[in-house]
């Protein structure tokens, strides 16, 4: 039997090389409706959506609980012909400037072109972690009487945007100090005396660390650094964490009754995650650990929070509105599809000052962290 919806498929236009989108920006793309004959549809919608969800099971003995919660950012729908524009707060979409598509397809190929604007709203960036995402969506659902809706959908990579001058603490230098006595098989005192030039800093950018360090005992000493970070995710008064190393470094050893300054700038990657730190539900949050390295005895460290920002980009700026003739096909209907969207568009509100991450020991110690192999945990 001869199936009449041979393919949906939503799609859209990048606005740059990197393919993300951040706040204001459009998003411009097309639902294709392929058939193989004739067809009578109901409705025909498309759906742009930002969610933060949660979920994980722990097991009690016998009973196993899950754990699960979900934040919903907006969601805006729009439908080509049958259905209801809705928005979740009520406010009206943009006009629809007359486009109007029949219910009733022939057989072919048949583009319906969209375009929906990102609200100015604090939402976190995109995120996919081992309990817990953060997504922005497409969806388009085709539906007919007395049959299974037909549905297809596809994800944007959405960064939000981060300034320092709306955050003026990410650029506030840390300085922490530490000394250690030994004992046993060791004896003397080491110190190290550290400063950060700043708490926030951008993908690929080098992290400039200002050192001190005082060997007064009787064995060498190494400086060694690790940047990690933690994923913790919330729900039901629960919360589930994780960490990871994402780099480790080794410095030059200090002799004994030596004193050294130096400056060690460690890079961090480029696609190093941004931190998290605008979700209820979800948080992503680095340190930098900077410890000396002491046979026989327990390492003396400092740890700092620092905050990863996205690479400083350059506006999306959207080109003419998408066509059908773009995806190669006929346009169905007109070609200039209206914007759907949080309108009027305005500049984004000072967000006020950045939530700083909650304390480390807030909801216990993290789980200790490997060494470089030489050292217990």
Known sequence: ML???????????PVNEKNTFTNGDCVSGAVTLELAKECEMESLMIKFKGKAEVLWTERYGQTTHVYHSKDKYFSIKHYFFGGKDLRDDNQALLSNQGETYSNVAAPGCHVYPFTFQIPFLNTPSSFTGSVGKIVYSLEAKLSRSMRIPTKDSTTINFVTKEDFTSHPELMTPQHESKDK???ILNSGMVAMDLNLEKTGFFQGEGLKVLACIQNNSTRNIKPKYCVYRKHSFFAQ???????????KEVGEPIVPSATEKFTKVIPIPLDAEPSILNCSIIKAEYRLRVYLDVKYASDPEIKFDIVILPAQQV???LGPQLAASDFGLEPFGGA???VWGFAPPQPPADPGPLDPPPPYGAYGM???LTDFGNKEQ
């Open 181 to 183: 006595k030994m004992k």
């Open 336 to 338: 200039n599809p209206p």
């Open 3 to 13: 199936t009449t919806i041979k393919s949906l498929k939503v799609s859209y236009q």
């Open 366 to 368: 993290y789980p200790p």
């Open 237 to 247: 008064g629960k919360r589930k964490c994780s960490t990871k190393d994402l780099l």
């Open 315 to 317: 506006p999306a700026l």
